[in-house]
């Protein structure tokens, strides 16, 4: 099984995640229109619909 966000799984377990289960990947978990993936990429927290990357903070949840 792959981890979900290369070197990210203390990230994963803080926000209680499963670091094996690459479907969290594209889970909104909060419902503020950003993935997992890019809350993590730009350090938001995925389960506070008030935290969410910034106006011009892009993000594609397909990339590597």
């Given at each position: 099984?792959?981890v ?6 203390g ?12 479907a ?41």
């Amino acid at each position: 099984r792959r981890v979900l966000f290369r070197s990210a799984t203390g990230w994963e377990y803080y926000f209680n995640f499963d670091p094996y289960d690459d479907a969290d990947r594209m889970v909104d978990t909060d419902g503020d229109g950003h993935v997992n993936y890019c809350e993590y990429k730009w350090d938001t927290n995925p389960r506070d619909i008030n935290s969410f990357p910034g106006q011009g903070q892009l993000c594609n949840p397909f990339e590597e």
